[in-house]
């Protein structure tokens, strides 16, 4: 593909050549020529003299050396992603149910739907248009998949839970299974308490490997439009994660957590439930959050403080033993000076 075409398809100026012949895309340090490459972190400005590629995605026009090809972009990384696009080649799955799939015959299933073998499809559930299941899923009846989401292999839809259009479940992921909840006895034994909730997930959601999404106790536990769900990710009953959040690997929500729209979670961090964290926060990798957050924050730590003063307080944490010393020392030089003026007087 010629480079006037993919800056046609991703809306880029471009700078050069546009009849370079592009094979690929690859990292500025790897690039080999007819390879396209993208610069949007000041690190790797080193390696635009010595990269290969053959064009360049960037912001700024006079990141080019003299000679350089490239496309100029307010969001080069994003460029990057939208060219990656056109030279990937999903592969194609072949239409239809599986011989060896199980699909209830009161499950309402739509056009070109694709289930793979040894997925089971109960009784009830409705299944939109252009629908892809791969094998040895299991959809419990009553639940909904909306048009054009991706199923992988070995996910589990609950029973009533609701999965909206375009999502995508990654490989082994849970949709509904029941809450943590348990009242005591006065023997001290536990009373499993109903989780007669569901889970929804609105359209346009991703949800990575080995994520559990669990029912609501009543009502629903919900996950909002565009949101992006990394690997290994709990989410407690009752929870809600609003529009185009970003939760990254091992983040823990304990119940009740309710997350804002454009919430950035780093990995690991943890919130202990029934709080809320307003929108636009975002909690650097494992942040641990016992309290409900305002919005626009950034924090860091545990238990979470403002990332500024996490950063300063960091630093003087490596710093304790020698002042530890430098304290002690001072506190005998004191008593050295007090014992020298009590002779005195």
Known sequence: MKLGEIALFINCQIVGNPEIEITGLAPIDSAQANQLTFLSNRKYRRFLASTQAAA????????????QSGLISPQPYLA???ALSLFHNKIQFDTGINKYALVSPSAIIGEKVTIGPFSVIGDKVKIGNNVTILSHCTIYPEAEIGDHSFIHSH????ER???????????????????????????????????TGIVIIEDDV?????????????????IGKGTKIDNLVQIGHGSTVGQNSLLCAQVGLAGSTQVGDEVILGGQVGAAGHLKIGDRVVATAQTGIPNSVEPDKVISGYPAIDNRNWLKSS???????????????????????????????
């Open 315 to 345: 630093a003087i944490f490596a710093q304790l033993p020698q002042l530890q010393r430098e304290i002690k020392a001072l506190k005998d030089r004191l008593n050295q000076l007090e014992e020298q003026f009590l002779k005195r007087s």
């Open 56 to 67: 360049i995605i960037t912001d700024d026009p006079n990141n080019l050396l003299e000679g």
């Open 155 to 158: 996910c589990i839809i609950r």
């Open 80 to 82: 990057f992603a939208q």
């Open 206 to 222: 991703e949800i990575g490997s080995g994520s559990i999404i669990d029912r609501a106790t009543i009502g629903a536990t919900n």
């Open 161 to 195: 839970c609701i999965v909206g259009s375009r999502v995508i479940l990654q490989n082994d992921v849970v949709i509904g299974s029941d809450g943590f909840g348990y009242a005591k006895h006065s023997d001290n034994s536990w009373f499993k308490i109903p989780q």
